[in-house]
């Protein structure tokens, strides 16, 4: 049983930065690829970033290209969302995710975290 738990999220101002973190079961990231969506009130969840299980091959929305790093240290079995430059518009619930296929669709994950809630105020 995968399980993830994130941590990291608050409320900031507009241009500041948070980094999020998700730590998951021994030996996800040898078998699974890791990704981060978020979802804010009323809309669908949707990709942000997505990362190989080997950490050679990362992903990024084109909202947040530019601003956002994901990295993962499979050593220590986390995943992180560095976020620079936040924008009141960043404001979501973000939620870890793990699954077989290296995706961006929400479908392709069959293991979540409960999610983090990050608010940003301009």
């Known amino acids: 049983q995968v399980q993830l738990v994130e941590v990291g999220g608050g409320l900031v101002q507009a241009g500041a930065s948070l980094r999020l973190s998700c730590a998951a079961s021994?030996?996800?990231?040898?078998?699974?690829?890791m990704a981060w969506f978020r979802q804010a009130p009323g809309k669908e969840r949707e990709f942000v970033a997505r990362i190989s299980w080997t950490a050679y091959s990362a992903r990024y929305a084109d909202s947040v290209k530019g601003r956002f790093t994901i990295s993962s240290d499979n050593a220590k079995n986390t995943v992180s969302l560095q976020m620079n430059s936040l924008k009141p518009e960043d404001t979501a619930v973000y939620y870890c995710?793990?699954?077989?296929?290296?995706?961006?669709?929400?479908?392709?994950?069959?293991?979540w975290g409960q999610g983090t809630q990050v608010t940003v105020s301009s």
């Open positions: 021994e030996r996800t990231f040898s078998i699974y690829h």
């Open positions: 995710a793990a699954g077989p296929r290296l995706s961006t669709v929400v479908a392709d994950y069959p293991y």
